[in-house]
């Protein structure tokens, strides 16, 4: 009997030992994840570890000297230990804070295990109660858990409340069986897996947060990147948080003057701009503001009177190296960023602060470029002002002029000697030609056909100009009727194929152009103009007009650009240019 009893002890523990190990090694893994991403649940955890450690160390002490006081010990340390992890996981899903009120809890334990090894014979009523108490502390435990994989659905947390689960039933085996010795050392390795299980929960639960708070966050970088407007980038800024489980709201805090107000919410903080923060709240936005770093909250009221948040997690804004506000995401279950280390979130609010500042930037830009593009639209309004002034004085003026010369020229001519009268024959002719020259100037400058009879007529008229002219047959393809356009809209696309067909003639040497005007079912315009000539060089992009000095492409860009539309060039050295001009259905509209 000595023997076995010796046997039994033995086995007993190298049970503990080997429990110890590795709850050493828990502990340590704990710690480590404390100091690597400092929240608060993983220091809890790794206090807990080193409690049951502690509880190890009583058994295996009260085995090799048979005192009672290593045994009330390690009942004590047990219970201790079975709160501690109960904490862990409230710190961990609603950030719970140990109160005073809570100190008769923590004092049963150390009561009644003096009660029960020192007072009470009785077996059965000397372990009930511990074992009542310790089985509902790891149940609880596990319920705590199961609510938070319920809210978030989280892996890890699933892993966590079965493991506390069947833990807290283990427990009560403890009366029947393992008192007398049945489970020895088969009660050792159970708990061991049980704590195996609870250790891979705790790095389920880092890594599911890792993840989706990487995911979230890479998410809300690239919306900040892709967005350029003030608007798009808070609506991104704002609403993609809600989409992390449990987030029910996030707003924006900005320092303005001495103070700082909310100037936009999302989910249930959308009624909070042009608030503030009161009571506790602004006491943790202002520490968040001052320090430059993030702050976790609970019972978060919000500038409204009503139900607090569960929890709240405050990121500082950064533009360079001040803070110019804060990010506020409220929950249901503590800050969505639980695993992410302090340096990530600051680095977080850094994004966010230079995001608001480029789009400040971006809003600066946009105003800079309409009030260019209203400049630019002015200039090409004054300009054809100015070919329209001068068409008409060459029309009203010279050209009556050189009309004057000619009919006194050909009076002289009837009336002078012959060899005279052939001189003033060929003036005659030079006025005539001066005559053609100026009609073909006044034209270009100001399209009387434009005004007269419209869109198309003047096209048709200025492509069989061009084919007369230059001697280059031109396919010529519209449709019998287009959409009603502005005159500044159908001005620049009579302007835009001027341009195209006279770089034609300059530069290309083509044998053949096809131009094509059209329309789409939304009323948007494209015309393109295509020719077999020799194209741009192969060092030139679509720029290159205008690297080369032919600032008639750019001009015709920045009118059409003005107009809302834009040109495309598409060029193969050797093989022609295509050039199209896309005016939208906007450009329609009657100015």
């Not at 069947?166 to 049945?182: E, N, S, V």
């Not at 280390?341 to 609010?349: C, I, P, R, T, Y």
């Amino acid at each position: 009997m000595l023997v076995q009893v010796a046997a039994s002890a033995d086995s007993e523990l190298a049970a503990a030992l080997l429990q110890g190990v590795i709850t050493a090694a828990l502990a340590a893994l704990c710690w480590f994840l404390y100091r690597r991403y400092g929240k608060p649940y993983l220091a809890w955890w790794s206090g807990a570890w080193v409690l049951y450690l502690l509880r190890l160390v009583a058994i295996a002490s009260f085995l090799l000297t048979t005192d009672r006081a290593w045994l009330y010990w390690h009942q004590v340390v047990t219970g201790w230990t079975a709160l501690a992890l109960l904490g862990a996981a409230l710190v961990f899903s609603r950030g719970f804070r140990s109160r005073w009120r809570y100190l008769p809890v923590a004092l049963f334990p150390p009561l009644w295990s003096y009660v029960a090894i020192y007072r009470i014979d009785d077996f059965a009523w000397a372990a009930g109660p511990a074992v009542g108490f310790l089985s509902l502390a790891t149940l609880w435990t596990g319920w705590v858990f199961f609510s938070y994989h319920r809210r978030v659905g989280s892996s890890g947390a699933a892993l966590l409340a079965a493991s506390f689960a069947l833990w807290g039933l283990h427990h009560l085996d403890y009366p029947f069986l393992r008192a007398r010795g049945a489970w020895t050392p088969w009660g050792y390795y159970l708990d061991i897996l049980f704590a195996l299980a609870v250790g891979a929960g705790i790095l389920l639960l880092v890594l599911d947060d890792l993840r989706r708070g990487l995911s979230a966050l890479a998410a809300l970088s690239a919306d900040l990147q892709r967005r350029g407007r003030d608007r798009a980038v808070l609506d991104a800024l704002l609403e993609r948080p809600l989409t992390l489980p449990a987030v029910t709201g996030s707003a924006l805090y900005l320092l303005e003057g001495s103070g700082g107000r909310f100037v936009r919410g999302a989910g249930v903080c959308a009624g909070w701009p042009a608030t503030e923060p009161a009571g506790a709240a602004a006491a943790v936005v202002a520490d968040a503001i001052a320090t430059g770093r993030p702050r976790l909250a609970a019972d978060w009221p919000g500038p409204n009177a009503g139900v607090p948040h569960p929890y709240a997690a405050v990121l500082p804004v950064l533009s360079g190296a001040a803070v110019t506000g804060a990010l506020v995401i409220v929950g249901e279950a503590r800050d969505p960023f639980a695993a992410l280390d302090e340096d990530f979130l600051v680095a977080l609010g850094r994004q966010v602060g230079a995001a608001l500042e480029n789009a400040g930037l971006y809003e600066r830009l946009e105003a800079r470029t309409r009030d260019l593009e209203r400049l630019s639209a002015r200039m090409v309004e004054q300009h054809e002002d100015e070919r329209r002034r001068l068409s008409r004085e060459l029309h009203d003026e010279t050209a009556q002029l050189f009309s004057a010369v000619k009919m006194e020229l050909a009076l002289l001519r009837d009336v002078a000697a012959p060899d005279v009268a052939a001189r003033l024959e060929r003036s005659l002719g030079l006025v005539d030609a001066g005559i053609r020259s100026i009609r073909r100037v006044t034209h270009d400058l100001r399209p009387t056909l434009l005004d007269d009879l419209g869109l198309l007529p003047a096209l048709r008229s200025l492509v069989t100009e061009f084919a007369d002219r230059s001697g280059t047959p031109v396919e010529f393809v519209a449709p019998p009727a287009l959409p009603a356009l502005a005159k500044d809209a159908e001005l620049a696309v009579f302007r835009a194929l001027q341009e195209a067909l006279a770089n034609i003639a300059r530069h290309a040497g083509a044998r053949a152009v096809r131009v094509a005007i059209g329309a789409d079912q939304h009323g948007s315009v494209t015309l393109e103009v295509r020719d077999d000539g020799c194209g741009l060089p192969a060092d030139n992009g679509s720029q290159g007009p205008e690297r080369a000095g032919r600032m008639g492409l750019a001009g015709m860009r920045e009118r059409i650009a003005a107009l809302g539309g834009r040109i495309d060039l598409e060029s193969r050295p050797g093989s022609g240019l295509t050039l199209c001009v896309y005016l939208p259905a906007a450009a329609g509209a009657t100015r």
